[in-house]
């Protein structure tokens, strides 16, 4: 029974993945439209964060503000933008250490079992 919950941790960890905020030029996001947009910083300085993202349709990022409207603005007017990303080293690094953590229990109850017999 333990055995099948740490293997789902490891498993849901994997799957679902870790994730970072990168920021990227404009010539980027044209680029690749499939980010998860959670926020902009639009030509005249101004930070717009959206709730919970925006997405891009036809050169227009389209989302609900924090603040509560919703706002469409055109990519031009669009100097980066921040994305969410997988982070391979994150995950690489979750895995590991997830891993390592199964190895100590495995080998804490394999020298317990070793060391005393009536165990």
């Known amino acids: 029974m333990l055995w099948r919950r740490i293997a789902s941790c490891i498993t849901l960890v994997c799957l679902v993945g870790c994730y970072s905020m990168q920021a990227i030029p404009r010539e980027q996001l044209a680029e690749n439209s499939k ?63 997830i891993g390592s953590i199964v190895g100590m229990v495995v080998f804490a109850v394999l020298l317990k079992e070793i060391s005393d017999p009536t165990y």
């Open 35 to 97: 980010y998860s947009i959670y926020a902009v910083i639009t030509e005249d300085e101004q930070y717009l964060e959206f709730d919970p993202n925006a997405v891009m349709e036809d050169s227009v990022i389209s989302g609900q503000l924090k603040d509560g409207p919703t706002v469409s603005i055109a990519l031009s007017q669009v100097s980066m933008a921040y994305v969410r990303k997988p982070d391979d080293f994150k995950n690489i690094a979750a895995c590991y250490g």
